[in-house]
């Protein structure tokens, strides 16, 4: 009897030995299986920021280099953003390696799509945090000869007080009549500052304040042929180049200080997806270009 309940115990034990062995082997399995799953997680997070940092670069060198625009914070300390821009801008050369970079990136990496169709038409920019679009129309032959600046909100606490227009290389540059100046009944008005002049001379410089809502349109050069600043609907900014020629034009935006530096100028959002289909992971951004 003694024997049995003895062989009896030894079973039982062995049994509890084998189920404590196995839960051991599959607590080390399942530990392994999810250090490798986040090893692997891991390693596809870093290829997808790698790559959207890659794309990233790519994009702001081809605007650096081929879109004829150039921004920057024109005073560290206020932080007026500054744009030089062309009128008529050809945009060309910059519209070919900028689909070429797409076609590029899309046939050696199916899961990054790049969205250029926005900058292909107007080649926008966009001022944080403010969302000041900055963008071109009238889209001819490659060529663009308007430039539009337009607030998204523009209320009594906006960082957007005005505006300064430095236009170059004009044909003509004598300055001739503003419409509808400061309405001393509404609160709100801006600064509106003009300094135009052409290779051989200068021609006018302006410093007004308007009142955004109402139609404020400045002529400079001689008629019929006039390169036109319209100032309306809340602030926004219509700039056209009808004189001929290539006229340079630099529009700063007069901004209000924040704390910490925070404006920054962006190309539009979502030009840039990455997915990775096995992971389900998404990611999609744009190019800061300062």
Request: aromatic letters at 10%.
């Amino acid at each position: 009897m003694a024997s049995i309940i003895k062989g009896f115990l030894f079973t039982i034990g062995f049994l509890l030995f084998s189920a404590s062995l196995l839960s051991f082997i599959i607590i080390i399995f399942a530990t392994n299986y999810q250090e490798d799953k986040r090893v692997l997680e891991i390693g596809s997070i870093d290829k997808i920021n790698t790559l959207d940092s890659s794309a990233q670069n790519s994009l702001k060198k081809i605007f650096e280099f081929f879109s004829n625009i150039n921004a920057s914070l024109d005073d560290s300390d206020v932080e007026n953003v500054k744009i030089s821009d062309a009128l008529p801008n050809n945009i060309n050369t910059f519209r070919t390696y900028l689909n070429d970079f797409k076609i590029f990136v899309e046939q050696n990496f199916p899961y990054i799509s790049i969205n250029t169709s926005e900058l292909n038409d107007t080649v926008p920019l966009i001022v944080l945090p403010d969302r000041i679009s900055y963008y071109h129309s009238n889209a001819d032959n490659n060529m663009l000869n308007r430039i539009i600046v337009s607030p998204e909100e523009l209320s009594l606490n906006s960082r957007l007080k005005g505006y300064h227009f430095i236009i170059s290389n004009l044909i003509t540059a004598n300055c001739n009549e503003l419409l509808d100046l400061l309405d001393t009944s509404v609160p709100r008005y801006f600064v509106i500052k003009f300094d135009a002049s052409t290779n051989t001379a200068p021609g006018c410089s302006q410093n007004l304040v308007v009142n955004p809502d109402k139609n404020n349109k400045f002529f400079i050069g001689a008629y019929p042929d006039f390169f036109t600043i319209e100032i309306k609907n809340g602030g926004v900014a219509t700039i056209e180049n009808n004189q001929g020629g290539v006229a340079n034009v630099t529009t700063i935006l007069l901004l209000d200080p924040i704390i910490g530096n925070q404006t920054k100028v962006m190309l539009p959002d979502s030009i840039i997806r990455i997915s990775d289909p096995v992971l389900n992971i998404y990611k999609k951004g744009t190019a800061r270009i300062i």
